[in-house]
């Protein structure tokens, strides 16, 4: 495992996006840019791939620790910090409404009327039993095996 591993491996880990990882960085005076980190995270197999070297990854991490934990003077709980990190995803926030107007958003089940079936009309639910199997068949789609 080199360190172009171990780099990527925490960045997913703690959910961070390159402009953060510059941030963390700059924590410690070393200077980064985007176009760079982007190459650490391709392909071993990329024409534009380079190997992160120690000093690179040692930065990282003692950026990673001001980060996380904060200063003396200004200590942080790391738990709030990787929190921080999370996206929000769509699947927690309830979707919005759409107005158009003074109208107000229409509520699907006030649309339906009471007593009539939720599927389409016409429409037949299947039956809850298979029926049985008298013999299998095998298909022969024209290709020899």
């Given at each position: ?51 992160c070297g120690d000093q690179v990854l040692r930065n990282f991490l003692n950026g990673l620790v001001i980060h996380l ?32 107007g003074d109208k107000k958003p229409v509520q699907k089940s006030a649309q339906r009327p009471a007593g009539k079936p ?28």
């Amino acid at each position: 495992m080199n360190n172009n591993d171990i780099f990527k491996k925490l960045r997913v880990a703690l959910q961070l996006r390159d402009d953060q990882i510059v941030e963390i960085m700059e924590l410690v005076n070393f200077r980064i840019s985007k176009a760079e980190l982007g190459a650490f995270f391709r392909n071993a197999d990329h024409p534009n791939y380079m190997e992160c070297g120690d000093q690179v990854l040692r930065n990282f991490l003692n950026g990673l620790v001001i980060h996380l934990r904060g200063t003396k003077e200004n200590p942080k709980n790391p738990l709030e910090v990787i929190k921080s990190h999370k996206p929000t995803t769509p699947a927690t926030e309830k979707p919005k409404a759409k107005t158009f107007g003074d109208k107000k958003p229409v509520q699907k089940s006030a649309q339906r009327p009471a007593g009539k079936p939720t599927g389409k009309p016409g429409f037949k639910k299947k039956p809850d039993a298979k029926p049985e199997i008298v013999e299998k068949v095998k298909f022969n789609n024209g290709k020899k095996k």
